[in-house]
C-alpha cells in the first residue's frame, strides 16, 4: 500500500507498492524498481528524478524542488 516513510511539515517520502496499486504506478511512469519521483502541491502527477542515487544528490535536489 501507500506509506508515509518521515514525518515532515513540508517535505515527505513514501513508498507505493506498484502490484497493489498498478494503475497509479501506471499513470506515474513507474517503469522499474526502485523509482524516485517528486510531487508537489501545485503538480499531482509525479515527476521521475532521474539524477544520481546517493543521499547528497538526492537530498539536494529535493532540497532545491521545496524552495522553489
Known sequence: GFGLLTPSPRIRFGRVNCVEYNQ???????????????FTSERKMGFPYDGPRDAPHVVSYIAYTASR
Not at 497509479?24 to 517528486?38: A, E, H, Q, R
Open 24 to 38: 497509479f504506478c501506471k499513470d506515474n511512469l513507474v517503469l522499474g524498481y526502485p523509482s524516485l519521483s517528486i
